[in-house]
């Protein structure tokens, strides 16, 4: 039957309460905006997504290392990168409501959207995005320290570290997932722009006349992750930045769109930043961080392509691309046609009976399957409510242990898109999702 777009947004919202995707944080205090905890199923759909894209971008390639850098970083990190002084949005209040909005996010520049006043706002000033803290027990501006506002800078300050440790060259990549930090004026679409989020990138350092290249096959690389794990076509686009709107770094950029209910939006940045981030790090630390082939003779300075990926933000895309609704035997049954890579429980083990002489047997199926799988057990309700929950959930198989397995040592697997049944022996079993449960 399908689901109307404009209503995903709000169905895939209250799932996420739900079903244990996605909790407001401090909920239990009235909430606190744009924060957000990830619940026991969609922790693990997280997870999924994050393990996916090191699987593609480091553990299937030679060319790749990982990096986990630090949070804290000192303020010549950021003039370097020029954070300090290009990292800003423009700021408007509201003179009539106090309100505070991003002047370049404003629907209409005239109108406040808050109490409807026209002409109400202030000129617009900058308004940095970085969060500032102090380390140490003084609070003085020696002891300035900030929270990252991305990965990057600590792949382009360890670059010779790595470059040294692994005994990479040009073309190389070094890859990091973590937690940054900006300090949004408005925040909002549920996870899509928070203040404290988790990114996945990569920095490819490359020959600076193959940068072109590379920018091309990056752009094509990234769009395939997401079309592999099984997003739409009619998901996805790839837009070209104008020359107008290119970050200070970027000699080109490609934005991987996703159709969000409210439009097009950023799922993914690929951009060229030439070799300006090692030459910044390079004049402000006094250290050289250039590439020297010892076999040519050769010196320079690679440039660079990043891939940058929000987890969170493309955790949420994969929901609302997943999110659908058929009816079965005159109900409605939702269902998360979640590619089973993806999915947070891979299998759910749901004895037909709360009787004892089928809980022994299904907790030993449990037992032979959990150390293949993140599984799910469930013996409360009718079997018929069971499915339908972990349909909800995405998870791809449900194996039902009913009366008959202590005659026959064999189990119902039901599959979650067709919902079509199979009998299988329990010595079969851990091979028979395996073929369907590939990596």
């Not at 947004?9 to 905890?37: C, H, M, P, W």
């Not at 505070?100 to 002409?119: A, H, M, V, W």
């Not at 752009?219 to 076509?233: P, V």
């Not at 020359?243 to 000699?251: G, V």
Request: net charge negative.
């Amino acid at each position: 039957m399908g689901v109307n777009k404009e209503e995903i947004f709000d169905k895939v919202v209250n799932l996420s309460k739900r079903r244990g995707f996605i909790f407001q944080s401090a909920e239990i205090y009235g909430g606190f905006r744009s924060t957000y905890d990830y619940g026991p199923v969609g922790v693990l759909l997280l997870r999924n997504v994050k393990e996916q894209w090191w699987r593609s971008m480091v553990q299937l390639r030679q060319d790749v290392v990982g990096l986990d850098a630090a949070i804290l970083s000192p303020p010549s990190v950021w003039e370097a990168s020029g954070h300090l002084t290009n990292f800003t949005d423009p700021l408007v209040d509201c003179r009539e409501c106090g309100s505070r909005f991003r002047e370049d996010k404003l629907e209409d520049p005239n109108t406040c959207p808050s109490c409807g006043q026209k002409s109400s706002f202030t000129e617009a000033r900058q308004f940095n995005l970085m969060f500032k803290t102090h380390a140490g027990p003084v609070i003085d501006s020696a002891a300035e320290v900030y929270l990252r506002p991305e990965t990057a800078q600590g792949m382009f300050t360890n670059f010779g570290n790595v470059l040294n440790t692994s005994r990479k060259k040009p073309p190389f990549g070094i890859a990091q997932i973590g937690k940054s930090f900006r300090n949004e004026i408005t925040p909002g679409n549920f996870v899509f722009r928070t203040r404290e989020f988790e990114q996945m990138e990569m920095e490819y350092f490359v020959p600076p006349a193959e940068s072109d290249e590379w920018f091309e096959y990056w752009c094509g690389e990234r769009m395939n992750w997401y079309l592999n794990l099984g997003m739409k076509t009619e998901s996805l686009r790839l837009r070209v930045h104008e020359s107008d709107e290119l970050s200070h770094y970027s000699k080109a950029t490609s934005d991987i769109e996703f159709s969000f209910p409210w439009g097009w939006d950023e799922l993914e940045g690929i951009a060229n930043r030439t070799d300006f981030d090692l030459n910044q790090h390079a004049q402000i630390s006094g250290n050289k961080l250039e590439y020297n082939d010892s076999g040519t003779g050769e010196r320079y300075v690679p440039h660079v392509i990043e891939p940058a990926a929000g987890a969170t933000r493309t955790a949420m895309a994969f929901l609302m691309d997943a999110y659908d609704e058929e009816e079965v035997n005159g109900e409605v049954r939702t269902v998360l046609k979640l590619d089973h890579r993806l999915s947070p429980y891979k299998v759910a083990v749901l004895p037909l009976s709360k009787k004892d002489e089928l809980i022994e047997p299904s907790k030993q199926v449990l037992d032979l399957l959990q150390p293949n799988w993140m599984c799910d057990y469930d013996q409360t309700q009718a079997i018929g409510r069971r499915y339908r929950r972990q349909d909800e959930i995405g998870t791809p198989y449900c194996v039902t242990i009913d009366f008959e397995t202590i005659e026959d040592n064999a189990v119902t697997v039901r599959e979650r898109d067709s919902m079509s049944q199979d009998r299988i022996s329990i010595n079969e079993l851990v091979d028979y999702l395996s073929s369907r449960l590939v990596s």
